[in-house]
């Protein structure tokens, strides 16, 4: 059902953005919607510009953008009994980066198609 979901959205002409997942210490296993055709598959990078040791290796990576040490606002009840951090690692920290950047350069050249878009 999520295959057929993503091919709707595509075909409606809508980018769709996943994160690869923080698995590359299991061996990078196959994600979802990630490993899906036509989804723009983004990893994470450390501050150094290297993979970050736990984004996800998988052939179906289209991209990085920073994922490590992000700085985030979550609810107060997150964690007890400081009730807040100040950063986290996670592709789900890239991915929304490379949507944002997308629409951003959608805005900016509203006369790219999807695929030009996606690459």
């Known amino acids: 059902m999520l295959d057929a979901m993503v091919a709707v959205t595509v075909g409606s002409g809508t980018l769709v953005v996943a994160a ?6 299991r061996g990078s296993p196959p994600e979802y919607p ?3 055709p036509h989804v723009l598959t983004v990893g994470a990078l450390d501050q150094g510009n290297a993979p ?3 984004s996800s290796g998988s052939q179906h990576v ?3 953008a920073p994922g490590v040490n992000i700085p985030v606002a979550i609810p107060l009840t997150y964690k ?3 009730y807040y951090d100040l950063y986290f690692n996670g592709t789900s920290f890239a991915s929304p980066l490379v ?3 997308a629409a951003w350069v959608w805005t900016a050249r509203p006369t790219l198609d999807l695929s030009q878009l996606f690459e």
């Open 62 to 64: 289209d991209l990085s």
């Open 20 to 25: 690869s997942g923080n698995s590359r210490q």
């Open 80 to 82: 007890p009994p400081s």
């Open 99 to 101: 949507a944002g950047a």
């Open 34 to 36: 990630a490993s899906l």
């Open 52 to 54: 970050a040791s736990f």
